[in-house]
């Protein structure tokens, strides 16, 4: 059965794979972006097929987002400034997108009676708690204005689905990473950003001594848990929150390694490449390993793609696009 789905930042990094993805399955896909960070190269293909339409524009402006969820079945929001760092250097951009946008998007939905709304949280939001793995229930302090804006998207879909009866799922993503994530710009993420680097014989930064680690997480496993958020009538899944990780941890010492090892197959003087350490960055979490329990038991929710085969696919992507 063909459904209605609106996918907000459709032409950024996760959401052009969740169009990409919905479209092949035959869905009625809309696109918004208002191309700040997203780039309408990402979509180009798309935007050939019956079933998918764009929409450029801003989810600080709410007449758009009316426009955006009208006659949809279920809304995957995605838009959003990333990056800590940014939010550090501009707070009051990130909290008017982050927080702003998110209000509305929520007032939106519920407006036009729209089914589920289900939104990317963060693994941000668990701060300065030093628990691992980290489980939902148990969040510490904000470590950035970044996370702030995260978490209180979590509220205010708490607050919508008590007061208002909107369907909302937030699923906490743990450093997503794969094919069209944007290597370039200041905010780039760190395995894009990386692999650019050994490719172009360039030295990587690790900020600090290499032993802070991650749950990096591979797209395909995002797009998997974003299918089964939209589609599940489980009722301990409506108005809760995911961890959606692979729920392994690896430190950015055995990343870079990882990296030169995938990318040695088409170059093998990447391996021999040395490795620069700066200093550690402002806001940073050092460590964070997801338990994905509910996420499977709630959700069926099941990872397919570890560390070292999501950056074979990655790399392979790179390679053939930089």
Not at 83 to 98: G, L, W, Y
Not at 165 to 182: A, W
Not at 253 to 280: A, Q, R
Request: charged share 20%; with cysteine.
């Amino acid at each position: 059965m063909s459904l209605k789905i609106l996918i907000t930042g459709a032409a950024g990094f996760i959401g052009s794979n969740l169009c990409e993805y919905f479209v092949s399955m035959g869905h009625d896909v809309l696109g918004l972006d208002n191309l700040s960070t997203g780039s309408l190269s990402n979509i180009e293909g798309l935007r050939l097929k019956d079933n998918f339409n764009f929409l450029k524009g801003d989810i600080r402006d709410i007449e758009t987002c009316r426009k955006a969820v009208l006659n949809r079945d279920y809304v995957l929001h995605q838009a959003a400034l990333g990056s800590v760092p940014r939010s550090i250097n501009d707070p009051i951009t990130s909290n008017d997108v982050n927080v702003g946008g998110f209000l509305n998007m929520l007032v939106a939905c519920k407006d036009a009676g729209v089914k589920k709304m289900v939104y990317a949280a963060s693994s941000s939001t668990y701060g300065d708690s030093k628990a691992l793995p980290k489980v939902e229930e148990r969040i510490g302090k904000p470590l950035s204005p970044y996370a702030i804006t995260k978490y209180v998207n979590e509220l205010y879909a708490d607050v919508f689905y008590k007061t208002y009866g909107l369907n909302t799922i937030g699923l906490r993503y743990f450093n997503v990473f794969g094919r069209r994530q944007d290597p370039n710009g200041a905010y780039a993420a760190v395995i894009p950003l990386f692999t650019k680097q050994l490719m172009n014989k360039q030295s990587p930064t690790i900020n600090g001594d290499g032993t802070y680690s991650r749950d990096f997480t591979y797209i395909d496993n995002v797009i998997q848990a974003n299918e089964k958020a939209m589609l599940t009538v489980h009722p301990e899944a409506v108005n809760s929150i995911f961890n959606i990780a692979y729920g392994e941890r690896t430190d950015l010492k055995m990343l870079v390694d990882l990296l030169k090892m995938s990318l040695s197959k088409y170059d093998k003087s990447i391996l021999n490449i040395e490795v620069i350490y700066g200093p550690v960055r402002e806001g940073d979490v050092p460590h964070s390993l997801a338990s994905i329990d509910k996420a499977k038991r709630i959700l069926n929710y099941q990872p397919q793609f570890n560390l070292r085969d999501g950056l074979d696919e990655a790399v392979d992507w790179y390679w053939s696009h930089l």
